[in-house]
């Protein structure tokens, strides 16, 4: 039985140029990667319960590397700065408007970010792990990072920053330069500067300062919220009664909560 999505990647690649037979090998890679990757995740499940052992197993899937490896070219840079992110898809489109490349934006990441391959996400996860580190290697200048939410078990800080971390080691001219980001009620989304500003551009130096920043308005300095904001994050309205919260119940306020009012999933998909 043909693959439902079989058509839509054949179309797609088509369309921007990947030769037919290139793509259909990368197909049939990819179909057996995801029929191959249940016993790795099973073999993985029984060898270790330690979560960076796991992954690190699900990782060794042959058929995915043999994809990446075939479609590694179409992951070509075609902005002058790559762009990564953590934060919700929004992220990374708005690091595309910035004038950056995501990996989404890339040829073969567009094709595979418009699939689903499979309704179970510990069976493409593994794959999405390869073409990222594919895609973070190809990095020979500043990079821009752009985090609405800081989560350590996201790929980017668990995965892709440490590999950019040994890109950087052969190729001194690769920096980083994170982006702490807050997007609005209006779906409005800026940066936030050191003085705890919404402006259009904020950049750092390091992780640490980017994500003390972004903690820190998202629990102090966090805009007041309509009602229905205020019920989902949990609080009262404040004494007085004009619906607006303070900085004392925000300083309070779960943090991952917080995130999720920023419009924000906080956790990979399971099995990544």
Sequence with gaps: MEHPEWETWRDMT???????????????????????????????TARTSSRQEQREIRMTN?????????????LAIERPTMALWAGGFDTSEYAYEKGHM???????????NALKLHSNDKLTGPM???????????????VHIFVRAYDPDSILIRLEVPHLHLVKQLNP??????HPLYTDAA?????ISKDFQLVDNAEYATRDTCASVLQHYLRLIHPDVDAAERSAV?????AGGNGKKTAGQLAYASMET????????LRPPSGT
């Design 173 to 178: 001219d690769v920096k980083m330069i994170w």
């Design 62 to 74: 042959s058929w995915y590397h043999a994809a990446v490896d075939l479609i590694a070219d179409h």
């Design 258 to 265: 917080l995130l999720e009012v920023n419009g924000n999933k």
């Design 14 to 44: 088509l369309a921007l140029g990947i030769p037919q037979p290139e793509a259909d090998a990368a197909w049939q890679l990819l179909l057996g990667g995801v029929d191959s990757q249940g016993e790795l995740n099973a073999e993985a």
């Design 128 to 142: 999405w792990n390869l073409v990222s580190k594919a895609f973070v290697s190809r990095a020979n200048g500043p």
């Design 102 to 112: 995501p990996l989404a934006r890339t040829r073969i990441g567009s094709v595979l």
């Design 187 to 191: 779906g409005r989304t800026k940066e």
């Design 234 to 238: 949990g609080l009262s309205a404040p």
